[in-house]
C-alpha cells in the first residue's frame, strides 16, 4: 500500500546550521509528494510540494526534490532560524481524494 | 478572511458522553475533512465531504459520524466517547477533492477520560 516515512524527531539545531529531514515514500504509480508545517498551537500549513518526478518545490528557503529512483522528497535549509521550529509533516497524494502522511518530525531551533 | 475555524479548542469529556466538533470555512470551498493527530502517528482521516451533501468515511471512521450542515460547515459528532478518542481533531478544506491545497483549522484538543 501507499506509505511515508519521516525521520524521528525531535531534530535540533544551532540557528544558521545546515536541516535536512528525510521523508521516503511508497507508492504504486507517480504521486504528488507535500510538506506541511504546523507552528506551535495552530493548523498545519502548506509548506511546498512537486507533483512529478524531479520537481523541486520551494518555499522560504525550503526546498525539497522528488527523486523516483529512490522513493525520497527530503526536506532541506541553508540556514535555519528560531522562527522555523515547528513540526514538518511530508505527505502524498493518491490519485483520489486522501492525503497519506508521515508521523511529523519536530524540529527546535537553538538561538 | 478567518480561514478554517474550530470550536472548542478544547473539551474534557468523560467515557459515554458526547459532543460535536463545530468547522467553518469562509473560503467558499467544495471539499472539507476531519482529521484525528495522535503523536507518532501523523494524521489520519476520519470522514470528508466532497461537495455539499455528500459524505464518505475516511481510514478511521469508527465511533464518528459527521454532518456537512452547508457548503461553509462540517460537523464531527462522538456518540459515545471513548479514551481511545482522545486525540486532536483538525478539519480542513479544499477547493475541491482533486486540489493539492488544503487548509486548516487550529484544532480541538479532546481528553476523555
Known amino acids: 500500500g501507499n506509505s511515508v516515512t519521516q525521520m524521528e524527531g525531535p531534530v535540533t539545531l544551532s540557528e544558521e546550521a545546515f536541516l535536512t529531514i528525510n521523508c521516503t515514500y511508497t507508492a504504486t504509480g507517480y504521486p504528488s509528494l507535500f510538506w506541511y508545517v504546523q507552528y506551535p498551537g495552530e493548523g498545519l500549513q502548506l509548506l511546498l510540494k512537486?507533483?512529478?518526478a524531479d520537481d523541486k518545490g520551494s518555499n522560504k528557503g525550503f526546498e525539497a526534490t522528488y527523486r523516483k529512483e529512490t522513493t525520497s522528497f527530503h526536506l532541506e535549509k541553508g540556514s535555519v532560524q528560531v522562527s522555523d521550529s515547528a513540526v514538518y509533516f511530508c505527505a502524498l497524494k493518491r490519485s483520489n481524494y486522501q492525503l497519506i502522511w508521515g508521523a511529523g518530525t519536530k524540529l527546535i531551533i537553538k538561538p | 478572511n478567518a480561514g478554517v475555524t474550530q470550536t472548542p479548542k478544547f473539551q474534557v469529556l468523560k467515557t459515554g458522553q458526547s459532543m460535536t466538533l463545530q468547522c467553518a470555512q469562509d473560503?467558499?470551498?467544495?471539499?472539507m475533512y476531519w482529521y484525528r493527530q495522535d503523536p507518532g502517528m501523523g494524521l489520519r482521516l476520519i470522514y470528508y465531504s466532497a461537495s455539499e451533501g455528500t459524505t464518505d468515511k475516511g481510514e478511521v471512521p469508527n465511533g464518528y459520524n459527521v454532518s456537512r450542515l452547508n457548503k461553509r460547515e462540517f460537523s464531527l459528532r462522538l456518540e459515545s466517547a471513548a479514551p481511545s478518542q482522545t486525540s486532536v481533531y483538525f478539519c480542513?478544506?479544499?477547493?475541491?477533492?482533486?486540489?493539492?491545497?488544503?487548509?486548516f483549522g487550529p484544532g480541538t484538543r479532546l481528553t476523555v477520560t
Open positions: 473560503m467558499n470551498h467544495n471539499s
Open positions: 512537486a507533483t512529478k
Open positions: 480542513a478544506s479544499s477547493e475541491d477533492a482533486n486540489t493539492y491545497e488544503q487548509y
